[in-house]
């Protein structure tokens, strides 16, 4: 079940992020951050997040004995496909 919600969560979230990039262009889609005091804050409140999670990431992976570098690096590229996939890959640690 939890599959399930993960990929359904990352396939609606690649549409949208396809759309976004079709509609606005990858230019388009990080001059909109700027545009309003609202807009940073989304934008503050989502790298806060990120950040959180890579944290998170991290733990989880030493503690389990994966190499989060690529995680990470997606993470950076990408936000929220990183932790998304990182989730949809993970072995359960017993």
Do not use: C
């Amino acid at each position: 079940m939890k599959q399930l919600l993960l990929v359904v969560t990352l396939s609606a979230f690649a549409v949208l992020t396809g759309a976004a990039v079709w509609k606005e262009g990858v230019v388009g889609i990080f001059s909109s951050i700027t545009n309003s005091y609202g807009s940073m804050q989304i934008f503050a409140d989502l790298a806060i997040a990120l950040v959180l999670v890579m944290v998170w990431m991290w733990h989880d992976a030493k503690n389990i004995g994966r190499n989060v570098w690529p995680w990470i690096a997606l993470t950076l590229v990408a936000g929220s496909f990183g932790p998304l996939l990182y989730l949809l890959t993970r072995k359960n640690a017993n």
